[in-house]
Nanobody
Framework: VQLQASGGGLVQAGGFLRLSCVASGNIFSINRMGWYRQAPGKQRELVAAVTSGRITNYQNSVKDRFTISRDNAKNTVYLQMNSLKPEDTATYYC???????????????WGQGTQVTVSS
């Protein structure tokens, strides 16, 4: 199973970006999908997550600014980020809890990370 993230970039404060992450491989089902971020010198933290039933949860600092969604048919999770702030600057990683086909093996998988930089 591989996760491929895209959509990061450089944006001014108040701007927006949309991150995408596609899962591929021997996938039977994807349970929870999420976005994490890690700024230099800080621990990786959860930004937002969505279950297979589309129940979402967000870090308090991004509520009302970020929206997570998923397309189950495409094995893709999105993060729409509006009203970006300099403190949102970080490397963003997608994560997926995947049950593999054939084996039924279930594990967490991570994408390679995409950089988001918000200038003031």
């Amino acid at each position: 199973v591989q996760l491929q993230a895209s959509g990061g970039g450089l944006v001014q404060a108040g701007g927006f970006l949309r991150l995408s992450c596609v899962a591929s491989g021997n996938i039977f089902s994807i349970n929870r999908m999420g976005w994490y971020r890690q700024a230099p010198g800080k621990q990786r933290e959860l930004v937002a997550a969505v279950t297979s039933g589309r129940i979402t949860n967000y870090q308090n600092s991004v509520k009302d600014r970020f929206t997570i969604s998923r397309d189950n048919a495409k094995n893709t999770v999105y993060l729409q980020m509006n009203s970006l702030k300099p403190e949102d600057t970080a490397t963003y990683y997608c994560n997926a809890d995947v049950t593999e086909s054939r084996t039924g093996y279930r594990d967490d998988y991570w994408g390679q990370g995409t950089q988001v930089t918000v200038s003031s």
